[in-house]
């Protein structure tokens, strides 16, 4: 595969229409055949999921890219996510994400400058190297620097699907835990290990030491990094409430994302993976409230209105991940037509040393997952 050769310009797809689009992937997939496969993670849009050779949540993804074979991993997802299938796969195996503005706003709100400056910082409110005293655990959804950040002191990476054993490997290893960047998966994962949520403090990178005291810093158990999704953070216990009066009979599930008050109110919480399980096993005319992306909530709905099922979205208004949404046909098609061509275009490469430390934090979290 040549990577200097020159490819098709983008420009030459971006205004196909998407039918002719979704021709020109479904000839360069049958060219490709297994050299190449596509993974999507659930929150992408239709006209593309319907191309996935696997689909899954940021775990199962994660799994996928280290098990296969094909020479081209074509990542519809986000960025940290190609980044996962590139630091898992074999060296000569290519990760490759269709656009490369497909970023994660969470995963943006903790840089690495930031997460060094705030290890320093509790270093000396601790009055101790953290690395004796904390574990740093990053959920997957961060760039592979801050894994690598936590891969080389003792700590690990986690995913929606994992976290609470995660947090129990954490403990035996140190007496508390530094959590980035979702503030609301680890304060639900603190609760649920029944830590006391007084605890439990909010890091602010905005503020010197987080905006905490060194008496609240010395006490926590659990220290959290001010971070959130912006889809997630649009849901609200009220949402909850008007359902339930309307479906007395119906059950509502949650992605961790989501605020506290928002799972608790919740029967159910877990990661998308969970969340499609759970609906497709439920039985016909079963009625649901789903608190996650939007494409997901659709997808399942009209999966479930053929048997019955009432699949409801949590939102007021659409909210989707517009990051994901940016992996289109054209995106998709580009990249595809390219490699049939023999063009890698926006190969996703982590480079050493931090591929080995990441590695080193995406490893602890699948051996004990
Ligand atoms: P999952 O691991 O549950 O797929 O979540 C990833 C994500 O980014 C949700 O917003
Ligand atoms: Fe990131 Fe939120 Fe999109 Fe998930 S839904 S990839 S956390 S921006």
Redesign the pocket.
């Known amino acids: 595969m040549d990577s200097v050769k020159k490819g098709v310009a983008f420009s030459e797809f971006a205004g196909l229409n998407d039918e002719a689009c979704l021709a020109q992937i479904a000839a360069a997939k049958r060219a490709l055949g297994r050299r190449a496969v596509v993974l999507c993670?659930?929150?992408q849009r239709p006209d593309v999921y319907r191309f996935a050779d696997y689909t899954?949540?940021?775990?199962?993804?994660a799994r996928l890219a280290a098990e296969t074979e094909a020479e081209f991993i074509v990542f519809c997802g986000?960025h940290f996510?190609a980044e996962v299938a590139d630091l898992l796969s074999r060296p000569e195996q290519v990760a490759i994400l269709p656009d490369l503005a497909a970023g994660?706003s969470?995963a943006d709100m903790a840089s690495l400058p930031e997460v060094q400056r705030a290890w320093r910082e509790l270093g000396e409110a601790l009055g101790e190297e953290p690395e004796q005293l904390v574990v740093p655990i990053t959920y997957?959804?961060s760039a592979a620097d801050v894994k690598a950040f936590c891969g080389a002191r003792g700590g690990i990476v986690c995913?929606?699907?994992n976290a609470a054993k995660v947090f129990d490997w954490a403990f035996q290893q140190r007496e508390r835990v530094f959590f980035f960047p979702d503030e609301h998966l680890g304060r639900w994962t603190a609760y649920r290990r029944g830590i006391d949520l007084e605890r439990v403090r909010v890091w602010d990178p905005s503020q010197p030491l987080g905006g905490l005291s060194r008496a609240e810093v010395q006490s926590a158990e659990v220290l959290l990094w001010k971070g959130y999704?912006s889809?997630?953070q649009m849901f609200v216990p009220q949402q909850i409430d008007r359902w339930r009066a309307k479906f007395p009979d119906g059950q509502v599930i949650a992605?961790?994302?989501c605020a506290l008050e928002v799972c608790l109110k919740a029967d159910w919480v877990?990661?998308?993976?969970?969340?499609q399980e759970t609906i497709r096993k439920a039985p016909p005319g079963s009625k649901w409230l789903v608190g996650?992306?939007w494409n997901l909530v659709t997808r399942l709905a009209e999966e479930g209105a053929r048997e019955g099922k009432v699949v409801h979205f949590m939102g007021g208004v659409m909210c989707m991940?517009s990051t994901m949404q940016r992996i289109d046909p054209q995106h998709l098609a580009w990249t595809l037509v390219n490699l049939r061509e023999g063009v890698v275009v926006n190969r996703i490469e982590v480079p050493e040393p931090t591929a080995s430390w990441a590695r080193v934090a995406l490893e602890r979290m699948l051996v004990i997952s």
């Open positions: 993670h659930h929150y899954g949540d940021s775990l199962r993804l986000v996510m994660c969470m997957v959804n995913t929606s699907s999704c889809v997630h992605h961790p994302e877990g990661s998308t993976e969970f969340i996650t992306e991940c």
